[in-house]
Every structure is written in C-alpha cells, then in structure tokens.
C-alpha cells in the first residue's frame, strides 16, 4: 500500500484516508494502484458495512493527480495511458464495490480528486467544500466513464459548465446542481458524516447492496428486469433479513440484522 494513503476502522464502518496534508493531498501514481487493492479489502472484510473516503486535514479532500509526475510517468502518450488505466482501475473499484461509499469533502476536491469523490455513492462536504475537473486547463481528455458519472450527476449543460471552463464550483452550488447530496458546517461534517455511516449499517445489507447494484444497473442503461435482479428480489424473502424486518415490524421494534 503507498505510505500515503492511510486505512483506519471503527466498528463496522472503514475510513480511507488520502493522506499528504502538507500539498493538499495530491494522488500519485502509486496511491491510485492500491486503491483497488484496499477496496477488495474492504469487500472481503465481512463486519465492515460502509466506507468512507477523505482526506487529511481540513483544507482538501485531494488537489488532483500529482502535477510533479506529469513530466515523467505520464510524459508521453505511452506512459499517459498506465497512468490513465490505474485511475480507471481506482475509480471503478470505488463504483464495483457493493458496500456504501461516502466521499467526505473539506475544501479542495479538484481533478482527480473529484474523480474519485463522483465514484463514491455520496458526496457530503463542509461549507468550505470547492470542486473542479481541470481537464481543459492542462490540455487533457476525461474518459467517458469517468465523464458519464458527472453528466450522471449534474446533467450535460452543468457538465459543459464545469469541464470546459475548469472553473471551482462552490459547496453551495455544488448542492443546487446535484455534485454533492449534503453540506454542512466545516465544524459538523465529520460528524455528520459519520451519523449517515452508522445509519447504513443499521440497515438490512441485503437490501442495500442488491439496490446497488440495481441502481448501477439501471445507469448502465438496462431497462428491464433479467433472471439476476428477479433473483435478488425473490431471493430477499428467504433471508433473515427479511424474516427480522417483518417480525420487528409485527413487535413494533427497531429491527436488528445480522447479515453482512
């Protein structure tokens, strides 16, 4: 695992934390090759119910790529597209994960760093919170899934606005367009954020992750139900997820699941 990116539990919810305060968290080549092998981790783990993304500090979640790599692993075209495939790697282990995922944002989330936030399933940020995807400032290309999860977010027209321009978007405005699903206090964030967290655990995973990968399904562009997501569904209903739900409900009680 690189030195700087640093992995912490707490009970059932995990922190992955982007871990270079000093530069505003910049992600290097290395960092973006094992984040795939932290999130299968965190798949395998079965008491970790959710995880959370951020960065140290108070100042930014991640400023983007490392700028001082530009000039030697991404020199040219040939080495550009490693790079470029350890970042798809990163972000699709983000998006492949079937547990929750929560980017946690205090200001500057730029770049690559957005990338990786757009990956995660929310986006909870401090008002201090400050996001750009700087691809037309540095003469670069944003692959299409990559791009996808932003027009996913914000529709084409706030997509334009903020890939051409490479202008910073603010938490607030962040909110109105759809980039971010909360913003709070700098101060109340990480509390906030972690109240969601332990909310999702009290959840029937069952649940959870099957809608997930419903959802991703449905953004994938299918339309209709096939014998997989006919499975899930049926499939529900002989766990004991299902059987504690509605005995909780019978009882008038809060249900306590057990799968994970």
Request: hydrophobic share 40%.
């Amino acid at each position: 695992m690189a030195d700087d990116l640093t992995f912490e539990r707490d009970g059932e919810i995990a922190t992955l934390v982007i871990n270079r305060p000093d530069k505003h968290n910049p992600i290097s080549f290395q960092m973006y090759q094992s984040i795939p092998w932290l999130i299968t981790e965190v798949a395998e783990d079965r008491g970790i119910k959710v995880l959370v993304l951020r960065g140290a500090g108070e100042k930014a979640f991640a400023a983007g790529a490392d700028i001082s790599e530009f000039k030697t692993i991404r020199a040219d075209s040939a080495g550009a597209k490693i790079y470029n495939e350890a970042v798809q790697d990163a972000e699709l282990a983000l998006t492949s994960l079937d547990k929750p995922t929560i980017a946690m944002v205090h200001g500057f989330c730029i770049g690559g760093g957005c990338g990786l936030a757009l990956a995660c399933d929310f986006r909870f940020t401090a008002d201090t919170g400050r996001f750009g995807i700087t691809p037309a400032k540095l003469g670069l290309v944003y692959s299409l899934e990559s791009t996808k999860r932003l027009v996913d977010l914000v529709g084409p027209a706030n997509a334009k606005y903020i890939l051409f321009s490479g202008r910073q978007v603010d938490a607030e405005r962040a909110l109105r367009i759809g980039l971010v699903d909360e913003v709070y206090a700098s101060a109340d964030v990480e509390q906030q954020t972690r109240e969601f967290a332990e909310l999702l655990c009290t959840r029937a995973q069952f649940s959870v992750r099957s809608t997930k990968q419903i959802i991703r399904r449905i953004v994938g562009g299918q339309t209709d139900d096939d014998d997989d997501t006919i499975d899930l569904r049926n499939g529900s209903f002989d766990t004991a997820d299902y059987a504690e739900g509605v005995q909780a409900f019978l009882e008038k009680r809060d249900p306590r699941f057990t799968h994970a």
